[in-house]
């Protein structure tokens, strides 16, 4: 049977409390969101590797809050003054790092928010000091937040974290297939995003469901190319 080529259809990505798994290497990071109403200077940092959950807890804070939320690349452009009037939530604060039009932006929303007596969840994928932020006043301002870090994911979620990236998609693998996945990927968030749109495409191009042998299949050929970590 020849191949189609797949249609591209975007993931759903649940964002809700109850699609956040808690394990020991993020418990920290959703206590720290649960509790925000006591963060000492009204701020707070996540920070972890892509695909950790970081902006998933932001909405998940967002909803409790009443935060607004918006990525930091979108500073230059957003209304500041309005933004501050409630909590916010800046994602990847990294990405502007140079960008003296997004600094200024965020270092004027910080202000104005903990003026306004409201709070600000920031995000990045390290450790404030190592975002590259060349504003001297946001970045002295950055160091004073408090920082709850999510690691990559341990044995308890790795398989919890495939699933629920198969789920985001509508698929539903059987159990073999997970454990097969669990056991030959890096136990990175990276590799399994990689894995399973992988496995995806894979499935709708040879229309066939995902097995264990078409997982091998995949799995083998991301080696192959160097595209698995």
């Known amino acids: 049977m020849a191949e189609q080529l797949p249609l591209e259809l975007p993931a759903r990505t649940a964002l809700d409390r109850g ?45 409790d809050a009443g935060a607004q939320l918006i990525p930091a690349i979108s500073l230059p452009d957003a ?35 903990l003026a306004n007596g409201n ?17 001297p006043d946001l970045a002295s301002r950055l160091q004073g937040a408090g920082c709850s870090a999510l690691t990559e994911p341990d044995d308890t979620l790795f398989m919890v974290l495939i699933a629920k990236l198969f789920s985001d998609r509508q698929l539903f693998p059987a159990p073999d297939v997970m454990q097969y996945l669990t056991t030959r990927l890096d136990r990175s968030y990276h590799a399994a995003q990689i894995a399973v749109a992988a496995l995806d495409r894979a499935a709708l191009s040879q229309q066939r469901s995902i097995t264990r042998p078409l997982a091998a299949q995949v799995v083998e050929k991301l080696n192959q190319d160097k595209e698995l970590p």
């Not at 925000?36 to 909405?59: D, E, N, Q, V």
């Not at 990847?92 to 932006?105: K, L, Q, S």
């Open 19 to 63: 699609d956040f798994f808690v394990s020991d290497c993020n418990a920290l990071a959703i206590a720290a969101i649960e509790t925000w109403s006591t963060w000492p200077t009204r701020k707070h940092i996540l920070c972890g590797p892509a695909g950790s959950g970081k902006t998933h807890l932001m909405h998940v804070w967002a909803q």
């Open 79 to 113: 209304d500041v003054e309005t933004l501050a009037r409630s909590h916010v939530a800046v994602d990847d604060v990294p990405g502007i790092a140079g960008d003296r039009a997004a600094e200024n932006a965020l270092f004027h929303l910080h202000n104005l928010t």
């Open 119 to 135: 709070s600000i969840l920031l995000s990045g994928r390290s450790q404030p000091h190592f975002w590259g932020i060349t504003l």
